[in-house]
Nanobody
């Protein structure tokens, strides 16, 4: 079993920055990522990163968000810059380990215009 705990969400003005963190309870050998879910919408991938540092981003966040990972600390981060009201959502940390999919409890990000 893997527990994922997110932190760093909150209220931020449009154009501002926020950094999300996710702590895993043990080493993750697979992909880690961030997803988000706005009210009434499905949960979508925002960014992902392999254990060797290869990244993938959803088109609307490219150039604004950066995902990073510290394997020694079992951490994954999402640096969110130039945030927009459309980024408002609950952000979930995700990890794939030994063919199983794990989720954090989510952290709310609200961007005011």
């Amino acid at each position: 079993q893997v527990q994922l705990v997110e932190s760093g969400g909150g209220l931020v003005q449009a154009g501002g920055s926020l950094r999300l963190s996710c702590a895993a309870s043990r080493t993750i050998s697979g992909i880690m990522g961030w997803y988000r879910q706005a009210p009434g919408k499905q949960r979508d991938m925002v960014a992902s990163i392999t254990n060797t540092g290869s990244t993938n981003y959803e088109d609307s966040v490219k150039g604004r968000f950066t995902i990073s990972r510290d394997n020694a600390k079992n951490m994954v981060y999402l640096q969110m810059n130039r945030v927009e009201p459309e980024d408002t959502a609950v952000y979930f940390c995700n990890a794939v380990s030994r063919a199983r999919n794990y989720w954090g409890q989510g952290t709310q990000v609200t961007v005011s215009s």
